[in-house]
Each structure stands twice: as structure tokens, then as C-alpha cells.
């Protein structure tokens, strides 16, 4: 059974940073790619980041390159999001995300991730 536990959500001040961690339980960690999502208050939910599961491949969303990072830690089955240049707007639940299927790289819709953590909240103050 696979599970997936963010963590590290929390109030900051516009510019600042925080570090999301997802630790991941149920199956080889190594073989899967990871991605994140997040949601605001009344929008949909929306592609984040996401890993391959080597950790040799990012892809990010537009509004997110250039201030966010993810790495991954196959040793601590743990993956990270690295969000630097905080934004009142990325106020949101963060979600992490992986696939079914081993050795794949998934592109930017909900649908093509299988599993989903609880969310870690992310609040932005100005």
C-alpha cells in the first residue's frame, strides 16, 4: 500500500522560504517518479513540479521556475520541494504525487498520478 506523508507546510512572510518534504511508504521509492500539485481556496488543483524517478528530470510549472526547486532523496524515500521568492498567491494546500507505473515520467495532469498525500498548508502573508 503505497503512502505518501507531506510535511513542513506552515505561515511565512512574502519572500520568504520553506521546505516541503513527501515521505513515501509501500513499495520501491527509486523506481517511481514524484510530482506535486497544490491547491487554493476555491480553484482547481494545479501542477506544482515534478521528478523522474532517477531524479535526473525536473519539470516545472511556468509561474514556478526559477523560485521553486524538488529533489529527491532515493536513500530517505523522501522527495522535497524547494520554494524560495514566496508569494502571497502560492498560498495553498501542497499535495504530493506519484505514479503507477515504474520507470515512467509523467507529464502535468492530476489523472496520470495514481497516489496522493494528505497535504501539507502553505500560507503566504503579505
Known amino acids: 500500500q503505497v503512502q505518501l506523508v507531506e510535511s513542513g507546510g506552515g505561515l511565512v512572510q512574502a519572500g520568504g522560504s520553506l521546505r516541503l518534504s513527501c515521505a513515501a511508504s509501500?513499495?520501491?521509492?527509486?523506481?517511481?517518479?514524484m510530482g506535486w500539485f497544490r491547491q487554493a481556496p476555491g480553484k482547481e488543483r494545479e501542477f506544482v513540479g515534478s521528478?523522474?524517478?532517477?531524479?535526473?528530470?525536473?519539470s516545472y510549472a511556468d509561474s514556478m521556475k526559477g523560485r521553486f526547486t524538488i529533489s529527491r532523496d532515493n536513500a530517505k524515500n523522501t522527495v522535497y520541494l524547494q520554494m524560495n521568492s514566496l508569494k502571497p498567491d502560492d498560498s495553498a494546500t501542497y499535495y504530493c504525487?506519484?505514479?503507477?507505473?515504474?520507470?515512467?515520467?509523467?507529464?502535468?495532469?492530476?489523472?496520470?498520478?495514481?497516489?496522493w498525500g494528505q497535504g501539507t498548508q502553505v500560507t503566504v502573508s503579505s
Open positions: 521528478i523522474s524517478w532517477s531524479g535526473g528530470s525536473t
Open positions: 504525487a506519484t505514479v503507477r507505473t515504474p520507470r515512467w515520467t509523467p507529464g502535468k495532469l492530476e489523472g496520470e498520478y495514481a497516489y
Open positions: 509501500g513499495r520501491t521509492f527509486s523506481w517511481y517518479a
